[in-house]
């Protein structure tokens, strides 16, 4: 798998529910961070987490990190319509100063009305 | 809240020809970046710019490619001769705040998208 891939690559559930996207990396990291990009829009950041983190909560929103599994999820609890967007993770590789995020092909998340 | 701003939102133009994309980062960032989107796949990096010189690039920023800040406040991205291959969106961030040093998320445009026929 690539730096940063994203499963499921879409998701469509009912509105109300919850949805969990999960992030696989291959290397080290400084941090993991997720985006969330409207159709035709910028990316806008959502939630960091750190290598030394395990989870982490904004909203309705929880990451989870776990190193040894060089693994990420991010929960959207009780779901809405607007919610409906591509979620991205991007990871932050030691050893560069900006050398830029790699981000995986994100997953399309639809919340059905 | 501030917000990088990008111009134009939409740009056509023929294969062979020089493009410029233009951004305004966020004014009191440090770090500028170029990335980019084909159609369906993943946010490529391009390039990070710090100090008024590139910091780093990726393969993809090739000799075709340049950015320029040239007058305190926009940030561009030059494409010398445009292949088809380059359509794309085209998005700017920047980061770093003077008075955050640690805050490393990236504020993104809402992109320029670039179609080369």
């Known amino acids: 798998s690539q730096q940063g891939e994203e499963d499921p690559q879409a998701l469509s559930i009912q509105e109300g529910e919850n949805a969990t996207m999960n992030c696989s990396y291959k290397?080290?990291?400084?941090?993991l961070q997720w985006y969330r990009q409207n159709s035709g829009r910028g990316l806008v950041h959502l939630i960091l987490i750190r290598s030394n983190e395990r989870e982490k909560h904004s909203g309705r929103l929880r990451v989870t990190l776990d190193t040894s599994k060089k693994s990420s999820s991010l929960l959207i609890t009780a779901s809405r319509a607007a919610d409906t967007a591509s979620y991205f993770c991007?990871?932050?590789?030691?050893?560069?100063?900006?050398?830029?995020?790699?981000f995986g092909k994100g997953t399309h998340l639809i919340i059905q009305p | 809240e501030p917000e990088v701003t990008q111009t134009p939102s939409h740009q056509v133009t023929q294969m062979g020809q020089e493009v410029i994309l233009r951004c305004v980062p966020i004014?009191?960032?440090?770090?500028f970046y170029w990335y980019r989107q084909i159609l369906g796949q993943k946010v490529e990096f391009l390039v990070s710019?710090?100090?008024?010189?590139?910091?780093?690039k990726s393969e993809i920023f090739d000799d075709q490619f340049s950015v320029e800040r040239p007058d305190g406040s926009n940030f561009t991205l030059k494409i010398r001769s445009t292949k088809l291959e380059d359509s794309a969106m085209y998005f700017c961030a920047s980061n770093l705040d003077r008075d955050m040093p640690t805050n490393e998320k990236l504020f993104f445009g809402s992109g320029t998208q670039l179609s080369v026929l």
């Open positions: 710019f710090y100090n008024n010189e590139i910091s780093e």
């Open positions: 004014s009191n960032h440090l770090y």
């Open positions: 991007a990871t932050d590789i030691p050893g560069g100063g900006a050398d830029g995020l790699t």
């Open positions: 290397t080290s990291i400084n941090n």
